[in-house]
C-alpha cells in the first residue's frame, strides 16, 4: 500500500467520523460555538466586568447589586425575531426559579435609542406579550456588551455569586 492510499483511507474514515459526530450532538455543539465562542457555554478566568444596567424605573444598576446571587440575563432587542421565540423559554425558567432567592432571572434589553427606545421600552413589549418576567435595559451599543461576548441575539449570560460570568450560549444551554 503506497502513501496516498493511506492518505485517501485516513481522510475517509476521518471524513465519516466527523460526519457522524455531526449528525448527532457535534451540529449543536459547533452552532455553540460559532455564536457563542465556547462550545459548552462555560467561560473560565474572566474578570469582572462594569456591566451597567436600568431597570424599568430608570435606575443604574451593577453587577454588584446582584453580587451573593446567580444572576442569569437574557439578552435580546426589539427587531430580533428568535429572541421573541425563546421568551417562552426564558419565562419557563423564570417561573421556575421567582421563588429562589438564590438566582435572579432578566431580559436585559439592548435599546435603540436612535428609534425612540427607552429604559422601559423592553419592559412594556415583555407586558404587551404577556410575560411577566423583570426587564433591564442597557443602550445596544455599549461596549460592555463586545466584552461580555455578545456578537448576537439573543444570548444568555449567567454571573456566578461572585458577579464574575461563567456562561455565555443560549436558553437551551443555560437551562
Known sequence: ITKNKYFKISTLVFSFIFAFWLSTSGYDLWLHKLNFG?????????????????????????LNDFKGKYLLLDCWYTRCGICYKAMPKVQKLYDKYKNNTDIQIYTLHSRMEDEGETYSTGSEILSNEGYIMPSLSIKINDPILKELGVQGYPTVLIFDKESKLIFRGNIESAS
Open 38 to 62: 465556547t462550545f459548552l457555554g462555560r467561560i473560565e478566568n474572566v474578570k469582572n466586568n462594569k456591566l451597567l444596567t436600568q431597570n424599568i424605573q430608570g435606575k443604574t444598576l451593577d
